[in-house]
């Protein structure tokens, strides 16, 4: 029929499709995935650009009923190395194929693959990463894994606050430029400590980088063991840390810091943001492992300000609680005075004071003793006395301990390797461990229970894949946040328009997403030609976005032959 027009949902998913087409990784996954002696109706990378356009979606449709996600969207636009792609040959059986084909190669083997392609074709700095890690929860049950089926879905320590459920350890690295650049995904219950072993361990060789580049190690304090500062010695890696409170070192260089009042420099807020925090630091080295470290004692007036507030509760709460128990151990008798010493040093123990003390009173008095007779007592009968004791606590606020709490109130420690104080002053060393946010803020999108949560994966070995495919969405999508935000800093241009129209030269891929929304195509037909286009013209911020990403707002637009199959028509 002559001047047909059918309408489609595009949204976003254009420049997630041009994106993912410009990175290459589309036929570097069919190369590693595909069987060269087989043929297939799509290939991998494209099946996996689909899984991470369904991931990136917030459409509540998953992989077990995947083909009717396509439905409604204008495939051209989303698939243009393959614009006329059936829209049925992504389906869930190719998918858990792929799966299955990923989880054969070695997801980590394929996903470092991938990750070094983009670190090259995009440059990114990867002389200094971020390293953290969490969890992710699984109501299924698979009790029945073994050892070759590789990471094991587990329960342990909880970072979604449900122990009561199975769960994987996501670990993501993401470079300077806030992109994600290695990860894996490791058995539920391995410890934080034996993760940033791994990684201290085999990072140069996931990012491609040879023993004598620099690279600088950031991540939290579970980085630093004994164990694995050797380790950061061997394979030549820069730390930068928090030093975990377990170290006695820590304790002795708050002393110090604290009674050096004179040496600490003031750094000043490191954020142009109204009521940044406002920082100070002492700058010293000490030996710790065999080996010297530099040590940066830190305050923050806002931490401070949080702390002080905790340990006013804390002294109030410790306050309550005393008294509550020594007006219980007041109802209490004991025969002799040893005893009541006794119940002393064991209360005591019990009940340890940290910002109080107890004042003790041991009372000696007479009652009457029981009766050994039954009956009513005979008008002239004596009763013997018995002396007991009985034990009177008062507590009173211990001032001296309570200030030095106080003065410890804002204060943390950072260990580094990196011992020269001109190249990398204080500022510098605290802005940079700053940003680790990079890496915890991925914890939101892996968390997402609509990325993994509901896709209904039985077995382990395609969960454990498709958390790999979820890293992938996210390099994709920490990419795109930097392609645009790199493009607003090093050209003049002005702020593009930001959630609630706001301007911004920062935005977060959610703003991106939220500012090429409700984009609907309109397909027509002239004879055998289909022509894609929007409904209505893009906004002037939206191309700017466009263009500031990379690309033409001519993504949204595409002209050429298809079946009606490839348009989700009955074919006549």
Known sequence: MADEVLAYVANYHPLLGHLMQQTGIIPLLSTLLDD??????VDAGTVVAGMIHNILSPEPIRLYRLTSFWQDKALP???????TLLPEVIN?????RVLDALYGAGPQKVFSAIMRQVIRAYALDVSHVHYDTTSKSFSGV?????????PQIVRGYSKDHRPDLAQLLFGVVMSRDGVLVAGEVAAGNEQDMTANGYWITHIRQHLGLELQQLLLYVADSAAVTEENLRLCRLFHLDLLSRLPERFGLAETLFTQALAAAASWSTLGALSSELHAAQYQAWDTTAELADATYRFLVVRSDHLQAQQAET???????ELTTLQQALTKLASQRWDTAADAETARRAWDKAHPAHYHQITWTTESYTELAPRTRPGRPRRDEVRPTVEL?????AVTADPDRIAAARERCG?????????????????????????????ERMHSFLKDPLAVGAFCLKKPERVIALGYVLLIAAMVHTLLEHQVRQALDTTEQLPIEGLDHRPTRRPTTWTIFTALKAILILAQRTGDTWRFAPARPLTANQQRILTLAGFSPDIYTWQGQLAPENLGLAAP
């Open 36 to 41: 060269d002696t087989q043929e297939y109706e």
């Open 77 to 83: 636009l989303f698939f243009p190395w393959q614009p």
């Open 92 to 96: 869930e059986d190719r998918c858990g």
């Open 142 to 150: 698979y009790a029945e894994q073994t050892a070759e089926q590789g």
């Open 311 to 317: 340990l006013t509760r804390a002294v109030a709460k």
């Open 389 to 393: 004791y009985r034990l009177q606590g």
């Open 411 to 439: 204060l943390f420690v950072l260990i580094t390797t990196l011992l020269d104080q001109e190249a990398y002053p204080p500022a510098t060393l605290l802005a940079e461990y700053k940003e680790q946010h990079l890496a």
